[in-house]
């Protein structure tokens, strides 16, 4: 497998849910991760096809907290975490990702970072950015964004694929 | 005393940016602890956020901060965030397991003159405390805390699953972070919810939810009586200690759980002061706690 | 013999499963061409009208051996070798080819090229069997006794059995007591007749059999011989007591200090160092538990000694190995839980509240922990609510991917218990699937459901949390409600997956039998022609240490493995294959490469005039070669087998040219 394939992760094992339901009672999230899996199994059955619809069109998809309790669970060892990637990017395709996902990526390509500057607040009410936090307690300023733009096509290169 | 172990240290976008406490109070306590750490300027996100969604794009920014962080040469990488911890170690584990991915990998990486050597070993805090500094140092330490103070530990998901990625303990019944608070001379309890998650995930895309998570997190333990949260993840002390009070209140509740980060904990018994640590960057109620683990 | 033999030919059809892919016409021709060979043909050569013709054929012919084309020579090889026998020839100038299984069924897509490979297969046969000689099978004596290893209800019902037909039975067990798992249970389903009060009349039956020898307390330590002669050496663990003397009056036990964990409660309450495992134990002979006792580790005390009226306890008394010899062996070791604790999410071993399905039987047990009332471990009351949790550890790829076989109507007796004892308290059980199928089962299910306050939510529950009172949570999703539901109950009961009994390994160790990758159990000759045989002839399995299964069947199972056994036993002997290694003595430098290279302990050196050389012990020799590829100075065939044969098989199958190729 090289770096541009990464995303025909095997789903195979997820065949063998035996909808026990153990996934959805550990959700925290609330979530119905076996329904991920029929919505998945849509690609074989066409008569899912309308689960398939419904459930990448449906915001809940993006409420999973990745916290990955309901991949621990299974008694059937079902990838649930990468049938609900899959099913995301899916969604991405048509457009349907949250924004903030793009927010990130933009400021990846500007500083490296996920993350710029914040505002940090003390228990006594002080507010600091995050520049000022950092050098008042002796820590090393940001990483600057030298020589980024190579990074940058190499960002867009790669997205696009997925 | 053993050779000085020296680390790349990883702080990661949100320690870097927000919980900057992360950081300080991890460089302050390896001064103590026989640990020389390197800080290497030039990083990038881990791409702990796109795993899934630009799983490609994701891998490649893993590698290339591989690449920055094992420039130096260091004896393992030290990953101060559970997600930057999951993104490097299962990326270890993928490119020692697959080589073409690791050729595909380094060859993007040549492309900007970037090279990746050896695959490192990739260090969780816990780990770090546990396995290299050793629970006997931290039992050296002189005490100054009451043995009576109850401590209840937070991992956080991403320090141990999914367990199909090695990490640093057993993914359902992790025991080292106990053992470190018992070490340090407090007690530590199993609940129910020590293996909850914080909820931070979903802060960028349905904070309600976000704070849903947490409420239970932060209610569910704080039942059992303890008088204190540890943690090492900076999302999970964003969500269970910077957040606590809005948290509590969109539920009608009250801040109650006094949480700290590890390091800041351990920096306390090794005589540090709070602003070594900044412990003034605490937001949940960690006065109720402090007389009772730092008597000065 | 070379050259001047004639061979007879038989090549079946078998309807069309040959037929239909190996040209039969063309192969009969080819082989037809070999100087001295004669073909026949048959669509069904296995029948009664293939066998007559076969007989006849040979005789009028007058080959002197015979080739068969046909099925494996697993399945047929008797048949065949019974018609050589009626057409006056010796069985062992046969060679079978089996063009069926090795040759159309595996080539049905090209027919030319299996009809080539089914004409070498035959060339190659002709080849070999030019130097078959004729060889004669030996017959040993069988020693007219068994060994029962395992002292559970298959054990018990096995050794009756063989006991009962006149032979002698070595039962041997491994705790104090006899009645393994079963003297556990409260109640058996779905009848809910006592199992104690079953079971008792049989181990009773097993103490004062007089072909049966009773040794509890002992464990098998080595086995060895064959089928027909095993010499068994079995370690009796110091009781303390001599056994000749105790009266069972149980005297000595009232007035012990000492205290230890209660293995037959399943660590639900403590014993006496001094004990016996339960009443209705048998023999009813008390046992010192060494590590408990004060005397044996502190040398304070002796109160059981002084108290005892015939002087039976005796601290002096040492393990003792006795050896038995037996022409037969069952292994009925039994099953244990799951260690559930390493299924976390369900709170085994942290809460102590959450029991397993057998220690609830001790729990509802008359002469259990708290003699028959049920009452919660922490909590100290009686249950309002209790959750049963199926399939905890069972078909769960990440711990036994199998059904455990009796959980489902277990838990369904374990609701019933709880509504019997107490009758307000609800019971919840969690399971994806009840599997029912069971003689009167489902008629049982359907009985428990009819029960108030019985519910039976259709999922695995996902997880168990406790909360500050003392009280657990269970975490599901209830898929009639359609929402997750979280339900507080007092007691989790988990109906736990079994794996094989921990002593099965090393029985399994010592007898070199197979396993099943997980659980344990043993593995049989065949799932479904041989269930109770094992690759071992004479050793036999039966009962839950063979596969998860319930009473009725372990006890069919162990009159099975016992009617093998007796079968055997009355017979009084054993035939020998004779396909056995054969020392060429001039050639053996008497190296012992050969010693070694055996698995199954069948070459010693002797001298023979002045040398050392390898001898073969036929009864021990499985013909299986390893000594041949051995032995540097090629000193060593099998039978029927030689080198020079091999060669000719070998030398036909891949250096052959069909003859329509060389024209
Ligand atoms: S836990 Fe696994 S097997 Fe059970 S319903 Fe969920 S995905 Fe299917
Ligand atoms: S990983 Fe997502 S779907 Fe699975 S249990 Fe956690 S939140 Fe629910």
Redesign the interface.
């Known amino acids: 497998m090289v770096l541009e394939k990464l995303v025909e992760v095997s789903l195979e094992t997820l065949r063998a849910c035996y909808t026990c339901f153990k996934c959805i009672g550990v959700c925290p999230a609330g979530l119905r991760p076996n329904l991920f899996v029929k919505a998945y199994l849509s690609t074989v059955f066409r008569e899912l096809r309308d689960v398939y619809e419904e459930i990448v069109t449906n915001s809940s998809l993006w409420s999973c907290a990745k916290c990955l309790k309901c991949v621990e669970v299974c008694p059937q060892k079902v990838p649930l975490n990468d049938v609900i990637e899959y099913l995301q990017r899916e969604a991405a395709k048509r457009g349907l990702a949250p924004r903030a996902y793009q927010d990130m990526v933009e400021n990846i390509m500007g500083t490296f970072l996920a993350f710029g500057s914040q505002t940090i607040v003390s228990r006594d009410g002080d507010f600091y950015t995050t520049g000022e936090a950092r050098e008042l307690l002796g820590l090393t300023p940001l990483p600057e964004p030298n020589k980024i733009e190579k990074f940058r096509e190499r960002l867009k290169g790669l997205r696009s694929i997925g | 005393m053993a050779r000085m172990v020296k680390l790349a240290v990883f702080t990661g976008?949100?320690a870097?940016?927000?919980q900057?406490a992360v950081?300080?109070s991890t460089l302050r306590v390896l001064q103590h602890l026989n640990v020389e750490p390197i800080?290497p300027?030039?990083?990038?996100?881990c791409g702990f956020?796109?795993?899934?969604?630009?799983?490609?794009?994701s891998?490649?920014?893993t590698?290339?901060l591989l690449a920055s962080l094992t420039a130096s040469d260091p004896d393992g990488i030290l990953t101060l965030c559970n997600g930057c911890y999951l993104m490097l170690r299962e990326a270890v584990h993928r490119l020692r397991e697959?080589r073409?991915?690791l050729?595909?990998?380094r060859s993007?990486l040549r492309?900007?003159g970037l090279e990746l050597r050896g695959i490192p070993r990739i260090v969780h805090p816990v780990e770090l405390l546990h396995d290299i500094v050793g629970t006997e140092v931290l039992k050296g330490i002189k005490r100054t805390g009451d043995n009576n103070v109850l401590v209840a530990t937070h991992y956080g998901?991403?320090a141990l699953?999914?367990?199909t990625v090695p990490s640093f303990d057993n993914?359902?019944?992790p025991s080292k972070m106990e053992r470190i608070v018992e070490a340090l001379g407090f007690r530590a309890r199993?609940?129910?919810?020590r293996?909850?998650?914080c909820?931070a995930?979903?802060l960028?895309?349905?904070p309600s939810?976000?704070m849903k998570?947490a409420y239970?997190k932060i209610s569910g333990t704080a039942?059992?009586?303890f008088h204190l949260l540890v943690t090492t993840c900076p999302y999970c002390f964003e969500m269970l200690d910077?957040r606590q009070e809005a948290v509590m209140q969109t539920f009608g509740d009250e801040p109650r759980l006094p949480v700290m980060l590890l390091t800041q904990l351990i920096g306390l018994q090794l005589g540090l002061s709070e602003g070594d640590v900044?412990l003034?960057?605490?937001?949940s109620p960690?006065d109720k706690v402090l007389p009772q683990i730092v008597r000065r | 013999m070379e050259g001047s033999s004639r061979i007879g030919v038989f090549l079946c059809h078998c309807g069309t499963n040959i037929a239909g892919v190996v040209d039969i016409k063309r192969v009969a021709e080819e082989i037809g061409k070999i100087p001295n060979v004669v073909v026949w043909d048959h669509r069904f050569l296995c029948s009664a009208d293939g066998i007559d013709s076969m007989v006849s054929s040979i005789r009028s012919s007058g080959v002197d051996r015979v080739v068969v084309a046909a099925c494996s020579f697993r399945t047929h090889e008797p048949v065949f070798q019974a018609a050589l026998h009626r057409a006056g020839l010796n069985p062992y100038l046969l060679e079978i080819v089996s063009t069926r299984e090795l040759c159309s069924w595996v080539h049905e897509g090209e027919k030319e090229k299996a009809t080539e490979k089914a004409i070498r297969m035959v060339r190659a046969a002709i080849a070999k069997i030019r130097d078959n000689r004729p060889l004669e099978r030996r017959r040993l004596p069988v020693v007219p006794a068994a060994l029962v290893v395992g002292g559970g209800v298959a054990g018990i019902r096995a050794a009756l059995d063989i006991a009962d037909s006149g032979f002698t039975v070595y039962l041997i067990e491994r705790g104090a007591s006899i009645g393994g798992n079963m003297a556990r249970l409260d109640k058996t389903f779905p009848t809910l007749d006592c199992s104690i009060c079953i079971l008792g009349p049989l181990m009773n039956a097993v103490a004062q059999h007089p072909n049966i020898r009773l040794l509890t307390y002992s464990e098998v330590v080595s086995v060895e011989g064959r089928v027909g002669e095993f010499v068994v050496k079995i370690l009796r663990k110091p009781r303390y007591i001599k056994e000749s003397l105790c009266k069972g009056c149980l005297i000595c036990i009232a007035k012990c200090p000492a205290r230890a964990i209660d293995e037959f409660n399943l660590k639900l309450s403590h014993r006496k160092a001094i004990y016996v495992p339960y009443p209705q134990a048998v023999p009813r002979i008390p046992v010192i538990d060494p590590d408990a006792c004060l005397y044996l580790r502190k040398g304070i005390c002796r109160t059981c000694e002084k108290l005892c009226p015939t002087g039976a306890v005796d601290f002096a008394q040492r393990g003792e190995v006795v050896e038995v010899r037996v022409g037969s062996i069952i292994v009925a070791t039994g099953f244990e839980e799951y260690d559930i604790s390493s299924v976390y999410e369900y709170g085994y071993g942290r809460y102590p509240n959450v029991v397993t399905g057998l220690q609830l039987e001790r729990l509802v047990s008359s002469y259990g922990p708290t003699e028959g009332r049920l009452t919660v471990p922490g909590l100290g009351i009686e249950p309002r609510r209790v959750a049963i949790i199926n399939c905890a550890g069972s078909r769960d790829e990440r711990h036994l991917p199998y059904c455990c076989r009796v959980g489902c109507m277990a838990s369904l007796k374990h609701a019933w218990y709880i509504k019997h004892l107490v009758p307000e308290a609800e019971v919840l059980i969690f399971a994806d699937e009840i599997r029912a199928s069971g003689k009167n089962f489902e008629e049982f299910y359907r009985r428990i459901r009819l029960l108030p306050g019985v519910y039976i939510v259709k999922s695995r529950a996902s997880e168990v949390r406790a909360n500050p009172s003392g009280t657990l949570s269970i975490k599901a999703y209830d898929p009639v409600l359609n929402r997750e539901v979280t339900v507080e109950v007092d007691l989790v009961v988990l109906e736990v997956g079994i794996v094989a009994s921990r002593s099965t390994e090393a029985v399994r160790n010592i007898l070199k039998l197979g396993a099943s990758p997980t659980g344990g159990f043993l593995l049989e000759l065949h799932p479904k022609l041989n269930p109770v045989e094992t690759a071992v002839d004479g050793v036999y399995i039966c009962g839950a240490a063979a596969g998860p299964k319930d009473i009725p069947e372990s006890v069919a199972q162990a009159s099975a493995a016992a009617s093998k056994v007796i079968a055997l036993l009355s017979r009084g002997y054993i035939e020998i294959q004779p396909h056995t290694a054969r020392v060429v003595e001039e050639l053996c430098s008497g190296c012992r490469i050969c010693v070694t290279a055996c698995a199954y302990g069948a070459i010693r050196i002797v001298e023979r005039g002045g040398r050392n050389v390898a001898s073969v012990d036929e009864v021990l020799c499985k013909g299986c070669g390893s000594c041949v590829g051995s032995c540097p100075s090629g000193a060593i065939e099998i039978q029927n087998l030689k080198l020079s044969q091999v060669e000719a098989v070998m030398s036909e199958m891949q250096g052959w040219e069909p003859y329509v190729q060389r024209a």
């Open positions: 976008c949100f870097l940016s927000k900057i950081e300080l800080v300027r030039s990083v990038n996100c956020a796109f795993r899934g969604l630009y799983p490609s794009m891998l490649y920014l590698g290339r697959d073409r991915l050729e595909s990998v993007y492309d900007e998901c991403h699953r999914p367990s993914s359902v019944n199993d609940y129910p919810e293996l909850d998650c909820g995930v979903l960028a895309t349905n939810l976000a998570l239970s039942r059992w009586g910077a900044a003034n960057l605490n937001l960690v």
